[in-house]
């Protein structure tokens, strides 16, 4: 997940935005970077914060569903960046990216319609014997 957060901003929506910003031309150069660099960036940041947390509830307790605090966090940290991310192309291109949008509000749903997976099924047997993770 924090791969495909990270391949989505740098590597397809950065080199938009730098181009965009490249193209624009005073008043209007120094508004989007404002609202692309500055403004709307804050928010994607929480998401990006969301996600870190979920993903420590994840790893700490691998074989236990998430609980609904951590599932809310997760679903909401994913639409943030993905869904402000979507926004700031807007902002940029005059092109709202409807597969981008959503693709945030699914995975959110996704994520907390989940409720009873765990990260990690856990198996209490091997040939017999209990594992222990």
């Known amino acids: 997940l924090s791969c495909a957060l990270w391949w989505s901003y740098f590597g397809a929506a950065k080199s938009i935005l730098d181009r965009e910003l490249e193209s624009a031309e005073g008043a209007d150069q120094s508004k ?9 960036h804050f ?13 420590e509830a994840i790893v700490r307790h691998p074989a236990d569903p998430l609980d609904l605090a951590n599932r809310l966090t997760l679903a909401l940290g994913v639409a943030l960046f993905t869904g402000i991310m979507g926004l700031t192309l807007w902002r940029a291109t005059g092109q709202l990216p409807v597969v981008r949008l959503l693709l945030a509000a699914g995975t959110a749903i996704g994520v907390l319609a989940g409720g009873g997976l765990a990260a990690l099924e856990h198996r209490s047997h091997v040939r017999g014997a209990p594992l222990d993770l």
């Open 43 to 55: 928010p994607m940041i929480l998401g990006v914060v969301g996600v870190a947390v979920a993903l």
């Open 32 to 40: 989007l970077a404002r609202d692309g660099y500055s403004l709307l």
